[in-house]
């Protein structure tokens, strides 16, 4: 089991910045790969960002188009925490942030964080 939980979501004006956290607890070692998805009224959810390793070295990071060159995902090992910095900010970036992560058995899911941005 692993237990998930984001932080840093709010309101911020168009161009502003937040730094979303994901803090990983339970059964860290068997993380395999680290994401953030959002999900915005009236839409799917999508991959924002995501990591192809666990709380370990190495790994690559990956971006959907949306957000490429604006967000920047990265990881503390010592912490087991996700981060999401995201900066220049737009109003299509307002949506719930999820954390989630994937084991050899399955995905595992935060509550999800609430970005507001305001033009």
């Known amino acids: 089991q692993v237990q998930l939980v984001e932080s840093g979501g709010g309101l911020v004006q168009v161009g502003g910045s937040l730094r979303l956290s994901c803090a990983a607890s339970g059964s860290i070692e068997s993380i395999n790969s680290m994401g953030w998805y959002r999900q915005a009224p009236r839409k799917q959810r999508e991959l924002v960002a995501s990591?192809?390793?666990?709380?370990?070295?190495?790994?690559?990071?990956n971006y959907a188009d949306s957000v490429k060159g604006r967000f920047t995902i990265s990881r503390d090992n010592a912490e087991s925490k996700v981060y999401l910095q995201m900066n220049s900010l737009k109003p299509e970036d307002t949506a719930v942030y999820y954390c989630?992560?994937?084991?050899?058995?399955?995905?595992?899911w935060g509550k999800g964080t609430l970005v507001t941005v305001s033009s």
């Open positions: 990591i192809t390793s666990g709380f370990t070295s190495g790994g690559s990071t």
């Open positions: 989630s992560v994937r084991t050899s058995v399955m995905n595992y």
